[in-house]
């Protein structure tokens, strides 16, 4: 069973940073997509980010392109999400995902989410 296990979210003011932490457990990841989504207050979830296990291929949305870096260390089954200059609008919770590979459309595996809060 694939577990998904967020940290790292807080309150920040605008401008700042925050690095996002998801620990992968309870398979081979070899082969996973892992990506990052986020759901605001009254909105539908929506993609952040995405790589490919190893790191070959880094998807992000284009609203955090040149802002949010997605990462992974394969030896110790973690992704992360390195956030700067952080705005109010990115205020949301946090989720990591996974699935099989990028050939399969939909992600599988989610976390529980962390809140991040961007103060202005």
């Known amino acids: 069973q694939v577990q998904l296990v967020e940290s790292g979210g807080g309150l920040v003011q605008a401008g700042g940073s925050l690095r996002l932490s998801c620990a992968a457990s309870g398979r081979t990841f070899s082969s996973y997509t892992m990506g990052w989504f986020r759901q605001a207050p009254g909105k539908e979830r929506e993609f952040v980010a995405a790589?490919?296990?190893?790191?070959?291929?880094?998807y992000y949305a284009d609203s955090v392109k040149g802002r949010f870096t997605i990462s992974s260390d394969s030896a110790k089954n973690m992704v992360y999400l390195q956030m700067n200059s952080l705005v109010p609008e990115d205020t949301a919770v946090y989720y990591c995902a996974a699935k099989r590979s990028d050939a399969v459309p939909k992600y599988a595996y989610w976390g529980q989410g962390t809140q991040v809060t961007v103060a202005s």
């Open positions: 790589i490919s296990w190893r790191g070959y291929r880094i």
